[in-house]
């Protein structure tokens, strides 16, 4: 069986820290988070026929934490016997079981930020990077060569930022293509999962909530 996913998008809140938020600047209504959205989870994913559940979000899914372990039981409860992917820009989270997750994924904006990227048990941690102006050639290698010698960090990515009116971005776009699959992996945007909100699935991201 191919790998084959199905994204939660989950909204808790959000610190909205980040330079750049596709949700915030284009003004999307990702619906609030409730443990009720996720009673279709199970059916969905078996007529989906996937076999990795991936939580991202319309906010930070570690967002308080602490306050929302119901949603989490259930969560960790419904796909017991699935591959578990983790998409975060909050690391280290106390009380967190990143342990039951196969891979975490920490979304940076920073160099700096690499330094508190830590393994947490979890069996492959990858980084990735949206490219905004902002970026150099000389930014981009720095970061590659931090994430080669981590012992904490598996895999690197950077990926098209999307602008205010939901367009592609190419910033570096050459450069990145030229490295792709040799010092990082170059994700273009497109909308390659299924999106599960509130029990019910999209499959293109700017619909969700309409």
Known sequence: MNDKYISIITN???HYTCPYCIVKNNNLNIPK???NGLDSLWLETVR?????ISLSGGGDPLWHYSEHKDWYDKFFEITEDLNRELHTSLPNVPGVPYEAFDRVVYHLHSLEQLYN????NCAIVRVVFVVTENFTEDLINRIAVFCA?????DELSFR???DNHYQETYYFYEYLKAGHKKL????E???YNLYYCQNKVYTEYKNIGR
């Open 117 to 120: 990227i830590k393994r947490q």
């Open 149 to 153: 010698n981590s012992d904490d960090i």
């Open 33 to 35: 988070t409730t443990i």
């Open 48 to 52: 989906n026929q996937c076999n990795w």
């Open 160 to 162: 098209h930022m999307v």
């Open 189 to 191: 945007q497109n909308d």
């Open 184 to 187: 990082w992996w170059y994700i």
């Open 12 to 14: 808790f809140g959000c």
